[in-house]
């Protein structure tokens, strides 16, 4: 890895298998601490805390429709709620079960629109791929705009947020969890495999999700860029400066300090995808999508792949040079593609998660 080394070299990137202390990490147990420290560190600099988990999750059937998707699937609408310190908070939740396989593996998709299906979940071709899926609106957490009072942000600090507190990435982070919580329920479901993908910023979600919850065996993110899968020094397209401006509100407060001031953060976004380490990550990208910078997504998949050795198995599997349109990794378990086009949730992109799943899971 000659090359890569020699680009990755440039962006001067903190070490990951060095913790706070300045020890290397030598072996599994050193790592499991090391990862504690990360998501510490993740939560306290980029996304913010988030409250404990509730004490229970309980689930309402809304609707259910035994016969959905040409008889293919049991797809039901299911309300989720707990309590918060506010009072009671719901949302609700698409579960769609194939009929066809016995513990399917589920994608818990989070989503940027209510619809099942929709353009970015084709979820008959999910079906026919033999996963079962689940799925929640973002917005019906709580609204994608500058305010903490609407939906579940509310029920906890509201606008006096301190400087560590969640950010809206990891409320929709924590939701995924809940979801996680009713899913342990299901005897449909193999609970040993389970994944949560997201699009964008909903990929950064979906990183940041599994990252910090052992429960997913794989974090799938598409076209995060900017504080999800891209490093962040020397990154092209959308900087830090550039999302605290615009989506101040999906970050903690703490993270303003890093605007053009990169180099000085004791972490980069390579830290994000080690955390969910040894378990397995895929980070898809496109090559029209210039904000969020495909060669530093790429590149983020490079440095995190150390870690996986600590564990005898392989990170990202690639040759020692920066991907071309139609490359496809799926040999270690980080999985990796660029596709042609722009910044999308593509029915390519599924498919890469399918066979990925279904080579590494199934
Ligand atoms: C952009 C934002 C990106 C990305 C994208 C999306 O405007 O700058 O970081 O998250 O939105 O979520 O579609």
């Known amino acids: 890895m000659i090359e890569l080394k020699r680009i990755l070299e440039k962006r001067n990137l903190p070490n990951v298998m060095m913790d706070q202390n300045s020890t290397v990490i030598k072996d599994d147990k050193m790592w499991a601490n090391r990862r504690q420290e990360i998501v510490q560190l993740l939560g306290s600099q980029v996304y913010g805390f988030s409250p404990p988990a509730p004490s229970k999750v309980s689930p309402k059937l809304v609707r259910e429709d035994k016969d959905a998707f040409a008889g293919k699937a049991v797809h039901s609408v299911i309300d989720l709620s707990f309590d918060t310190p506010r009072g009671e908070f719901s949302f609700p939740v698409n579960l769609i079960i194939p009929k066809a396989v016995s513990e399917a593996p589920l994608f818990l998709h989070i989503a940027f629109s209510p619809n099942v299906p929709d353009k970015y979940f084709p979820v008959e071709e999910i079906i026919d791929g033999g996963f079962a899926m689940a799925s929640f609106y973002y917005e019906d957490i709580t609204k994608d705009k500058d305010e903490f009072e609407s939906g579940l942000a509310g029920m906890y600090s509201g606008e006096n947020r301190k400087p560590d507190e969640w950010g809206k990435i990891s409320m929709w982070a924590w939701s995924a969890q809940r979801v996680m919580d009713f899913i342990q329920t299901l005897e449909e479901v193999d609970k040993a495999r389970i994944a949560v993908v997201g699009h964008s910023r909903l990929g950064k979600t979906a990183l940041w999700c599994a990252a910090q919850d052992e429960r997913f065996i794989m974090g799938i993110s598409n076209e995060s860029g900017c504080s999800g899968a891209a490093i962040s020094r020397g990154k092209k397209?959308?900087?830090?400066?550039?999302?605290?401006?615009?989506?101040?509100?999906?970050?903690?407060?703490?993270?303003?300090?890093?605007?053009?001031?990169?180099?000085?953060?004791?972490?980069?976004?390579?830290?994000?995808?080690?955390?969910?380490?040894?378990?397995?990550?895929?980070?898809?990208?496109?090559?029209?999508?210039?904000?969020?910078?495909?060669?530093?997504?790429?590149?983020?998949?490079?440095?995190?792949?150390?870690?996986?050795?600590?564990?005898?198995?392989?990170?990202?599997?690639?040759?020692?040079?920066?991907?071309?349109?139609?490359?496809k990794l799926h040999e270690g378990r980080i999985g990796y593609h660029l596709r042609g086009g722009t910044h999308y949730l593509s029915r390519y992109d599924w498919q890469g998660f399918m066979e990925f799943m279904r080579r590494k899971l199934y």
């Open 237 to 327: 397209g959308e900087r830090i400066r550039d999302i605290v401006k615009t989506f101040p509100y999906w970050f903690c407060e703490n993270y303003k300090e890093y605007v053009d001031n990169e180099e000085n953060m004791p972490f980069d976004q390579h830290f994000l995808i080690s955390a969910i380490a040894p378990r397995y990550v895929y980070v898809s990208s496109a090559i029209g999508d210039e904000w969020a910078d495909p060669e530093s997504e790429f590149l983020s998949c490079v440095a995190a792949s150390d870690v996986y050795e600590l564990f005898g198995v392989k990170g990202l599997v690639t040759e020692d040079r920066l991907p071309e349109v139609g490359t």
